[in-house]
Nanobody, 119 residues
Framework: QVQLVESGGGLVQPGGSLRLSCAAS????????MSWYRQAPGKERELVAL????????NYADSVKGRFTISRDNAKRTVYLQMNSLKPEDTAVYYC????????????WGKGTLVTVSS
């Protein structure tokens, strides 16, 4: 059974930091690129950060470059998103996504974790 379970969300003040985790099971983790998406109220889901299957390459949305860092530990089957210098506009539900590197239509989603940035 495929599972992606996000954790680490919560309420943080502007300028603060959070670290999100996404634990994967039920598929060959090292054969998937991993991404974090977010969806703010009333907005479409958007890609925040992506990391390749080996962790050798990353990509970020312009809005988070220099503040967020995506990483993965294939031995632990976990992907992380370190979020620093958080802004109110970062408030959203953050979702973990896994995409097969050879068959792109095979992808999985977690249920999301809520990040609220507010004073």
């Amino acid at each position: 059974q495929v599972q992606l379970v996000e954790s680490g969300g919560g309420l943080v003040q502007p300028g603060g930091s959070l670290r999100l985790s996404c634990a994967a099971s039920g598929f060959t983790f090292s054969s998937y690129s991993m991404s974090w998406y977010r969806q703010a109220p009333g907005k479409e889901r958007e890609l925040v950060a992506l990391i390749t299957s080996t962790g050798g390459s990353t990509n970020y949305a312009d809005s988070v470059k220099g503040r967020f860092t995506i990483s993965r530990d294939n031995a632990k089957r976990t992907v992380y998103l370190q979020m620093n210098s958080l802004k109110p506009e970062d408030t959203a539900v953050y979702y973990c996504n896994a995409q097969n590197i050879k068959i792109s239509f095979i992808n999985y989603w977690g249920k999301g974790t809520l990040v609220t940035v507010s004073s």
